[in-house]
């Protein structure tokens, strides 16, 4: 089969790439070819037993979705979007990617013809919702974002449920939450903390935390996340029914809860480098998210998380760390 | 004050107008001009005390939306929609009016530029829901269209909370129910027998009745639509908060006590010419209906319904009879 990564130079994409080129294969069919897709074009991951084509595309210019869909991928996994802090920033752009690029793309895939009838796995993100919440969002809580980001995902969720519908693609959207511990380096991101305050102690460095340890949020592993988007690209789309939009489950914890799981597996010496620094924007923002789901239907289709937060922070020193941190 | 009605073509739009023509203000403050936009140019209500324009506008045609929002109206009602029959069958003309057509207004308002930040009142409907529903649909319940216009009503919604949120335009969303009684001839839409089996007997004429009168759906007269743009035009937006997209108020009924309350208001000899028809195709579509909302937002928020489907059949007498039917 060809799988086609939309987003596959981000942090999920990149590791999603890795994971095919381990696996060499999904739900049990072989990989011929992946197209790997991103605004530049993404490195390809090492030892793939398949083709591997790298493209730089900008989705949201005229025609590229056309030119992504010429070669028929079977799955095509999109995650390519302005993050949140610079969809709210630059209106236009956005608009422009998130919402405009998606939709491109679902229509070159309408607009194919020829019975072409992909599974399309879209990344949507918890962003969807915004407070006031009840304690647990159940499955049927109505989309209110708070951000343009959350507003453009939401409208991708309708636009893929209708296309499904109609029968021109076979779409699947999952709703993200929070990956933690995120790799790489402290961004600007407000939601960034949440991964700071463990991976960076445990590499020996300072962390910032910008909010009570009261704060409550929802988070699952880059672990998870690739295992939500393979489970979403093989599942059956008849169990799933006319609700196409799923939010994935995950841990619900308190930053209180994550410090502790901290100190649990790496002691106190590596939670005293986590330092309270309380911003008063950042907490604001934070009001805003959700802090528990009760995400019923995609459990009951299979979907798995971490059933704790030390589960987390195990995850991350293997999968980052070769299994060592600075104690 | 300059209002603007788009759609002033269609039924809902025609009688706003006619209202305004009647009231010469809205929310106290005098009107000096009404614009009356429709796909060809509106015929104006009699009697305006305010200049009447009338246009013919296309608003999916590049450009159109700039030019409506030229002078700045201070309300614009958007009512204008291909409807959803029509964007079933014509995918394509469907996203491109009910989608491209809103958007293309709403971007308007946001490139004005000159502090310009109108009161739009946008026409969504039950359309956005999709079964299966609880006994009564709460405020806070998800949008799971199950029809192309139900989802391109439920990407207006999500627009307008966003481009309210960031202070490009004052939007209030507001879904209405079935229009019952809907005057004017029996026409093809799935739903027009709700009110052919009120009107065509009252009129002397026989009415056919697709579905068992078991079924049960939410109501509202034209009267009442009228009276929720007129008050969603002059609603305090501080006390809608960001959630913009409201649920009107209706009234609940199966089928058979529609007759049964023509048969109090007409008589029995009116309530004979209801012919029983089974139409397998029409019981299908509407059992994904709604049939009954909890709309509190709406009610705390002052919008008003008829308490009684009697009262429904008595506007209809008064508004469209004048007073008189066939006994």
């Known amino acids: 089969m060809h799988v086609m990564i939309i ?8 590791k999603l790439a890795a994971r095919l080129a381990t696996d060499g294969q999904l739900g049990e069919k072989p990989i011929e070819k992946a197209t790997l897709v ?5 490195a390809a991951p090492s030892g793939a037993p398949f083709a591997v084509e790298a ?3 900008d989705l949201s210019a005229q025609g590229s979705g056309a030119a992504l869909v010429a070669a028929r991928p079977d799955v095509i996994f999109h ?9 709210e920033t630059d209106f236009e752009k956005g608009y ?8 491109s793309l679902f229509d070159a895939v309408q607009q194919a013809g020829d019975q072409y009838v992909p599974r399309i796995v879209f990344t949507s993100s918890i962003g969807v919702f915004g407070a006031p919440f009840p304690e647990a969002i159940p499955d049927d809580f109505q989309l209110t974002p708070l951000t343009s980001y959350g507003t453009q995902k939401a409208i991708g969720e309708l636009l893929l449920a209708d296309y499904t519908r109609r029968g021109f693609m076979d779409g699947i959207g999952i709703r993200l939450p929070t990956i933690s511990v995120r790799p790489g380096k402290p961004n600007k991101a407000a939601s960034g903390f ?11 460095k300072e962390a910032i935390l910008p909010v009570s340890e009261e704060t409550r949020h929802w988070h699952a592993s880059p672990r998870s996340a690739v295992g939500f988007l393979l489970h979403a690209a093989t599942i059956d789309g008849d169990a799933v029914g006319p609700r196409r939009n799923l939010t994935m489950p995950g841990i619900s914890v308190t930053v209180g809860e994550q410090i502790e799981a901290l100190r649990k597996i790496a002691g106190d010496n590596v939670v005293k480098r986590i330092r309270h620094e309380p911003d008063e924007m950042i907490m604001r923002i934070v ?19 971490e059933k704790s937060f030390e589960e987390n922070i195990r995850v991350h020193i293997e999968d980052e760390l070769d299994g060592q941190f600075v104690a």
Do not use: C, H, Y
């Open 7 to 14: 987003g596959a130079g981000g942090m999920v994409g990149a």
């Open 38 to 42: 991103d605004i530049a074009a993404p």
């Open 55 to 57: 493209l730089a595309s």
């Open 79 to 87: 995650l390519a979007a302005i993050v949140s802090g610079e969809a």
């Open 96 to 103: 422009r990617v998130n919402l405009d690029g998606t939709r």
């Open 194 to 204: 949440f991964s700071n305050i463990i991976r960076e102690p445990l590499a020996g």
């Open 287 to 305: 009001k805003g998210w959700p802090q528990r789901f009760a995400p019923d239907r995609a459990v009951a289709l299979g979907f798995q998380a």
